[in-house]
Structure formats: structure tokens, C-alpha cells
């Protein structure tokens, strides 16, 4: 029976979302959510094996299970010294978690890592600059209404979040946004969807059908769309969760601004559920490597993504 929730779209604040992954920190590694991206990690190899990595950044690497842990396990079995690591992630509990267990084998072996946590835009400010290859793992907004199984992408976006309430929230609030001229991402039009994890089958398809058929409208209208903007409350849970699935062409503008062509070489590679931006400076050959894996920037607050890009820009070259 639907309850009725209605605790309303959270003020987007630091603090919140903080809240919302500090608790994720104890059953982050066997959630769907985690373990259904293996395309991007097969991305990720690849692009790494072509750099003589002489440091490896994590940033968001919320328990270090897949980067930088897969990273540097590739790179072991093929007798690679590991570089020097640095490990962010914005919580403080799961820079513990991987600190006490997913990177405890490595540190005991001798792999020197620093781990510190917090916003990316203020961790960036900490590290040295040298010339660095992004490897940047989005998620893509088609995926958000289409599974993949071929691709061992088995449950579309929208069917996850519903599914995994618990975690994510009981209410959902999804919506259409823009990239602004001011670089922020702003709602498109004046509503949010609502949904909640309870409603029947038939409201749920009805809410996934109005947003397909809000892009299209919009889309057909001229307006270039950067994402699908997901937001999600919990009333047993501090803070809040919030997603951005993007649009190609809205990524790729986001990027664009940011690592400019007369200074950087972007190629993309595409998943079942995302895409893989390969960012490297055009000066300098890269001797280092960061890792923004499995829709980290999505994650991050809409007024702060192009900042928090701006802030990585400044350690790779």
C-alpha cells in the first residue's frame, strides 16, 4: 500500500550528501549498484595498461573495491612495480573501510598510500602536479530506462534504484536539467517527477514514461538536455542520494569546457551502462593516471561539477 511519503526534495548541501555516503561505508562492495558496471573496469584496464604510471589517483573511490584495487591487481600480475597511490573519497567512513581492508593487503606489502578524505575540489589543492591521464566513468541516461543483461548490465537504472529503497530512498524526485552558460545544471522546467518505491507497477511505468517522453518533447524543441537529475530520501536515513545520468552530448559539453581541445586530447568509450572519458594533456606525455570511476561526478552537488573538474585539470599538466 503506498504510504504516502512526502519529505520533499532535500536542500543539495555537502553535509547531506556526506551523511548519505559515510553510511554507506559497511555494504557499499555487494550492492547492485557497484557490481553492475564491470564494462567501465574493462575500459579502465585497458586504458591504464598504456601508461607507465608512476602515481595513481583515486578520487571518489568510496572503498577502493574496484578503483584503485583492479588497477593495481592488473598490475601486479603482469610484474609492474605499483606506483605511488593517493585515496579519496568524500566520506570519512569509507576511507576507513578501504584503509582497513579493500587496500590493507597492498599497504602491508609495501604500496605507499595516502589516504585522505573529502570533497574533491578541496583534495586536488594536496596533490602535486605532473602530467596525468583522467580516466572518467559516467553513466549514460539511456541506461537509465534500458538493461543491458548481454552486457551483464541486467536491470535498468530506474528498475535498480526502486529496487534497492533501502539504501536509496523510499522517494524518489527525477528531472530533466540543462548546462547552463554559468556551468551549473538547473531543472529544465518547473516539475520533478515523483515516485516511491511502493507504488503499483502501473504508476511506475507511467512516471518512467513521462520522463522518456519529456526528453523527447524538449529535445524535438531544441532544448540540449545534459542529464536526468535523480534525487533520493530515506525517513530512516540521514541526508540524501542524488545521481546524474547523462546525455552524450551533455557530458561531452561539460568536459569540453573544461579540458579545452587546444590543451587536451578527450576520446570516449562507451558501456552497457556509461561512458569512459580518456583525458590526456597535449604538452606533456603522461606519467600518472586519475581514476573518477562509476558516476562519481554525477554524484557530485550540480553547482560544484564544473568546479570540482577545474580543480582535477589543475594536477594533470
Given amino acids: 500500500m503506498n504510504t504516502g511519503i512526502w519529505r520533499g526534495i532535500p536542500p543539495l548541501t555537502l553535509d547531506g550528501q556526506t551523511a548519505f555516503w559515510d553510511a554507506q561505508a559497511d555494504t557499499y562492495e555487494t550492492t547492485d549498484m557497484t557490481n553492475d558496471n564491470q564494462g567501465e573496469l574493462d575500459i579502465v584496464l585497458k586504458k591504464s595498461r598504456e601508461i607507465r604510471c608512476r602515481d595513481l589517483i583515486t578520487l571518489g573511490g568510496a572503498v577502493g573495491c574496484r578503483d584503485p584495487k583492479v588497477i593495481l591487481e592488473d598490475m601486479s600480475s603482469r610484474g609492474t612495480a605499483l606506483p605511488k597511490i593517493i585515496f579519496n573519497d568524500l566520506a570519512e567512513n569509507q576511507v576507513r573501510r578501504a584503509k582497513e581492508k579493500f587496500l590493507k593487503p597492498l599497504a602491508d606489502n609495501g604500496a605507499d598510500i595516502a589516504f585522505i578524505s573529502g570533497a574533491i575540489e578541496n583534495v586536488c589543492v594536496q596533490i602535486p602536479v605532473a602530467p596525468r591521464r583522467l580516466i572518467l566513468g559516467v553513466y549514460r541516461d539511456d541506461a537509465f530506462f534500458k538493461a543491458n543483461s548481454a552486457s551483464d548490465y541486467p536491470v535498468s537504472g530506474y528498475d535498480e534504484y526502486l529496487k534497492n529503497y533501502a539504501i536509496l ?107 569512459v572519458f580518456t583525458i590526456d594533456p597535449l604538452d606533456a606525455e603522461p606519467t600518472g593516471i586519475i581514476t573518477i570511476l562509476n558516476n562519481v561526478v554525477g554524484n557530485i552537488l550540480p553547482q560544484s561539477q564544473y568546479e570540482t573538474l577545474v580543480a582535477v585539470r589543475e594536477i594533470m599538466t
Fill in 169 to 275: 530512498g523510499e522517494e524518489f524526485f527525477m528531472c530533466w536539467v540543462v548546462l547552463t552558460p554559468k556551468n551549473e545544471l538547473v531543472p529544465a522546467d518547473a516539475g520533478y517527477a515523483r515516485v516511491l518505491f511502493d507504488d503499483n507497477e502501473e504508476r511506475k511505468l507511467a512516471v518512467r514514461s513521462e520522463l522518456e517522453t519529456a526528453l523527447q518533447g524538449m529535445t524535438r524543441s531544441g532544448v540540449r538536455i545534459a542529464a536526468l537529475r535523480v534525487i533520493g530520501v530515506h525517513s530512516a536515513r540521514k541526508g540524501f542520494f542524488l545521481s546524474h545520468w547523462y546525455t552524450s552530448d551533455g557530458i561531452t559539453e561539460l568536459i569540453r569546457r573544461v579540458f579545452t581541445a587546444d590543451c587536451f586530447a578527450v576520446d570516449v568509450s562507451f558501456c552497457a551502462k556509461g561512458m
